[in-house]
């Protein structure tokens, strides 16, 4: 009888115990999104919603259902969806919590938008990494009489950044396409940009591509990946490598 009555109790503990966990598990559910958790396949399936969204938007109202942009704006971050009127209109049932309208980390941007537009992602983060880096290079650049802290000539026109005469040692960028670290670099007049060259050529060997004169190869991350290589040059194929264009 003793035994039976610990036997219950033990049997009661672990039924306790698996509830506990059981709640554990769903309050991490609501504490962690998918969309954070798991970042592929949450990136995809949001790119798809809106992309659905646009595709309805466009055939209804004619038109695409872009923020407003000036000429002067880089084409990787020029055509950023209206997430929130897509929401009021009703084609989008709620905006995706990796956007930065609901605190994430990317824009949403429309590509081809002249033809077939294609619904894409462009990191904050790395557009905040380049700004930082603007703003220690102007400092410089006025601190020093127009001299700019540029290290060794990597391409025709374009230099490294001595992080030591900047002060940008402790600001690094890691690839949203391999998650490697990334470089940046600057033209003659200080102006920074992202060197992609080594995702370049990944993404070319992975699509199998054949150079071809007078093609911009940042195209060939568009085709990789969800992310537009934003804060970036164009490449060409020059000398049997991509070779950013200042």
């Known amino acids: 009888m003793k035994l039976a009555m610990r036997v219950n109790r033990q049997r009661a503990r672990l039924g306790l115990l698996a509830g506990i966990i059981l709640l554990l598990s769903a309050l991490a559910g609501c504490m962690y999104p998918e969309e954070q958790m798991q970042p592929g396949s949450s990136s995809r399936e949001s790119v798809r919603r809106v992309q659905a969204a646009v595709d309805d938007y466009q055939q209804v109202e004619g038109l695409l259902p872009i923020l407003n942009s000036d000429e002067s704006t880089p084409r990787y971050e020029k055509f950023?969806?209206?997430?929130e009127k897509l929401r009021q209109q009703?084609?989008?049932e709620e905006i995706p919590s990796a956007a930065f309208e609901k605190?994430?980390?990317?824009?949403?941007?429309?590509?081809?938008?002249?033809?077939?537009?294609?619904?894409k992602l462009m990191d904050l983060v790395t557009v905040q990494?380049?700004?930082?880096?603007?703003?220690?290079?102007?400092?410089?650049?006025s601190d020093h009489g127009?001299?700019?802290?540029?290290?060794?000539?990597?391409?025709?026109?374009?230099?490294?950044?001595?992080?030591?005469?900047?002060?940008?040692?402790g600001i690094t960028l890691k690839s949203v396409y391999s998650g490697e670290p990334l470089e940046f670099m600057m033209d003659k007049n200080g102006r920074v940009?992202?060197?992609?060259?080594?995702?370049?050529?990944?993404?070319?060997?992975?699509?199998?591509?054949?150079?071809?004169?007078?093609k911009d190869l940042?195209?060939?991350?568009?085709?990789?990946?969800?992310?537009?290589?934003?804060?970036?040059?164009?490449?060409?194929?020059?000398?049997?490598?991509?070779?950013?264009?200042?």
Request: glycine letters at 8%; proline letters at 9%.
């Open 80 to 83: 950023v969806v209206d997430l």
């Open 90 to 92: 009703g084609y989008l």
């Open 103 to 119: 605190g994430g980390n990317a824009n949403f941007l429309i590509l081809d938008e002249e033809t077939t537009p294609v619904v």
């Open 129 to 141: 990494k380049v700004n930082d880096v603007q703003r220690q290079v102007n400092r410089y650049k």
């Open 146 to 169: 127009g001299k700019l802290p540029a290290g060794e000539e990597r391409y025709p026109g374009l230099f490294s950044i001595d992080s030591k005469q900047a002060g940008t040692s």
């Open 193 to 214: 940009y992202v060197d992609y060259v080594l995702d370049i050529m990944s993404a070319m060997d992975k699509n199998g591509s054949t150079p071809e004169p007078d």
């Open 218 to 246: 940042r195209t060939e991350l568009g085709k990789a990946s969800f992310y537009v290589p934003v804060k970036s040059l164009p490449y060409l194929w020059v000398s049997g490598k991509p070779v950013p264009q200042p």
